[in-house]
């Protein structure tokens, strides 16, 4: 059961950190513990009711706290980013969304690298012992151990693009959304989305009759990349009228273009999964192979400035246009 909405946020602390939404990229790159994630909470916060919001938090399973502006209940649009950052890996999580032969080789290459890894250390460590048991222990604990470390190990110490890039374009749409249009968007802020959507998963449970027909925006890994695109869901690929409205927001923009994937294979693994009229959107780099990559590294350190304004103009667009309403 979820506790009664707080109708207001109250920050805890005196002196504003965020004075604008870029400031999260240097104020808060690592939103990984339960410290870091609530002062991250109470300086958003503050900063969308300066914008002219009312924000409150919702908890969910696991821990999960999802800051909310606006009301959930009345609102037509969702805009959602995910706020918690990963783990640093050795490897970074490459994404073809586009393309089903590299993206399923490259998640078994990845699953056979774990698993066969962790089986030569507990192969070695037998033959070394002359003890099978201890060889499938061994295997186990590495096994475990690494799955550990990829969901809940050391912090990543950078995260521009995952996510910073679709926090700070969810507050800059929230700084820039006409008056007149605010009580038609609710903008969430979801918390473990690196653990599994636990997040999102918890914000559908609070609000099941809400979200059957509100248009979901979710921005995930939106700062690199020249070719930014929607993945609609099964169910909103199906709506002629939804996807018309949503193809109002496409085209190109100098040396951006952001195309709405329609048909053909296509899997983007976060939170818009959990609405049944859900849009991932993500840049992709790459020209005739679209991919995402350095995320869940140290070498996720790009947030282009031109990607953020050409969504927020983009989204306001198609929330303001006619044809939506």
Known sequence: MYPERKPEWKSERRDPVLTRPMDVLEQFPVRKSKTRKREFRQEAARLLESYGYTCHEERGS????????GDPERAKYLITAHYDTCA?????????????????????????GIVGGSALL??????????????????????????????????NPTNANDNTSGVVT?????RTLPENRREQVCFVLFDLEELGL???????????????????????CVGDGETIMLFPTGKLKRSPEKLAHLRTCCGSFGTRRI???EKGFSVYPSDQYQFPYGVGICALRGKRILYLSRIHTAKDTTLNPTNINILRAALITLITCPQGE
């Not at 192969?123 to 809940?152: K, R």
């Not at 969810?170 to 929230?174: G, K, V």
């Not at 918890?202 to 009759?209: I, R």
């Open 170 to 174: 969810l507050l800059e749409i929230a």
């Open 259 to 261: 195309l709405l994937r």
């Open 62 to 69: 696991m821990g999960a706290v999802n800051l909310v502006a």
């Open 88 to 112: 640093r890996m050795l490897v970074p999580n490459f994404i073809t969304p586009c393309n089903a032969a590299i993206y399923l080789l490259y998640q078994l290459v990845l699953v056979l």
């Open 122 to 155: 507990g192969i070695g460590a037998g033959i070394l012992t002359g003890s099978p048991g201890v060889g499938e222990l061994v295997y186990l604990v590495c096994l475990f151990g690494i799955l550990y470390l990829m969901m809940a190990g050391p912090a």
């Open 198 to 220: 636990v997040g999102s998963a918890s914000y559908k449970k609070a609000h099941p009759k809400a979200i059957r027909n509100q248009l979901a925006l979710n921005l995930d």
